[in-house]
């Protein structure tokens, strides 16, 4: 098992920026990947950024690129997701996901099994 604890949320202007953390307990070494995810009231939840922790590999979802950086301390087994010139549109609640297998998306959220409890992002204009 792995549990995964959010932290670092908040209330930001459109412009500001914010730094998410993911910590990482348990089983972490079975972890294949783990990413960022966001929902806003009444839409699905949708994958942010994912990083593949043995290959580097990165992905991002077209509306954050160059504005949002996932990134990942070995050592304190945490992950962050650094949000530079935010907007409203990013106003939502923010979950970090580990998967312990390959061979699923980056994005979908059916393809990761742990989940932490949430952060929330509120971006006023």
């Known amino acids: 098992q792995v549990q995964l604890v959010e932290s670092g949320g908040g209330s930001v202007q459109a412009g500001g920026s914010l730094r998410l953390s993911c910590s990482a307990s348990?089983?972490?070494?079975?972890?294949?990947?783990m990413g960022w995810f966001r929902q806003a009231p009444g839409k699905e939840r949708e994958g942010v950024a994912t990083?593949?922790?043995?290959?580097?590999?990165?992905y991002y979802t077209d509306s954050v690129k160059g504005r949002f950086t996932i990134s990942q301390d070995n050592a304190k087994n945490t992950l962050y997701l650094q949000m530079n010139s935010l907007k409203p549109d990013d106003t939502a609640m923010y979950y970090c996901?580990?998967?312990?297998?390959?061979?699923?998306?980056?994005?979908?959220?059916?393809?990761?099994?742990?989940w932490g409890q949430g952060t929330q992002v509120t971006v006023s204009s």
């Open positions: 990083l593949y922790l043995y290959s580097d590999i990165i």
């Open positions: 348990g089983y972490t070494s079975s972890i294949y990947s």
């Open positions: 996901a580990a998967a312990d297998g390959g061979g699923g998306s980056w994005y979908a959220p059916a393809d990761f099994g742990y």
